[in-house]
């Protein structure tokens, strides 16, 4: 009788899934969450505070006139200021569950 033993070094795998499931759910230039993962969380809200005592808030900025920004001053100086606001807004932390969430148009 024989025991063959075959391992595997998976954590380069679970190092890219994890990696790739972040890319899925963030956008690329603010780090924040993209659209479908804002819905999922806010789906999740909305479940949670219907079943239970839990109570949420939403608070939706819009930025007026953002194209006069690429416009006139490029869009490098745009995606600085995007990339500005997701920091501030990480740090300032408005949160849906356990995560923060917004996005961005």
Same mark, same amino acid.
């Given at each position: 009788?024989?025991?063959?033993?075959?391992?595997?070094?998976?954590?380069?795998?679970?190092?890219?899934?994890?990696?790739?499931?972040?890319?899925?759910?963030? &956008? @690329?230039?603010?780090?924040?969450?993209?659209?479908?993962?804002?819905?999922?969380?806010?789906?999740?809200?909305?479940?949670?505070?219907?079943?239970? &005592?839990? @109570?949420?808030?939403?608070?939706?900025?819009?930025? &007026?006139?953002?194209?006069?920004?690429?416009?006139?001053?490029?869009?490098?100086?745009? &995606?600085?200021?995007?990339?500005?606001?997701?920091?501030?807004?990480?740090?300032?932390?408005?949160?849906?569950?356990?995560?923060? @969430?917004?996005?961005?148009?």
């Amino acid at each position: 009788m024989g025991l063959v033993l075959v391992l595997h070094d998976t954590s380069e795998l679970r190092g890219l899934t994890r990696q790739m499931t972040y890319q899925a759910s963030h &956008d @690329a230039l603010t780090g924040l969450v993209n659209r479908r993962e804002f819905e999922r969380r806010l789906q999740e809200a909305l479940d949670s505070a219907q079943t239970g &005592d839990t @109570a949420h808030a939403l608070c939706y900025l819009d930025l &007026d006139r953002f194209k006069v920004v690429n416009d006139t001053c490029g869009h490098t100086a745009g &995606d600085n200021m995007l990339r500005r606001g997701g920091l501030d807004h990480q740090r300032g932390g408005a949160r849906f569950g356990h995560g923060r @969430a917004a996005r961005r148009r």
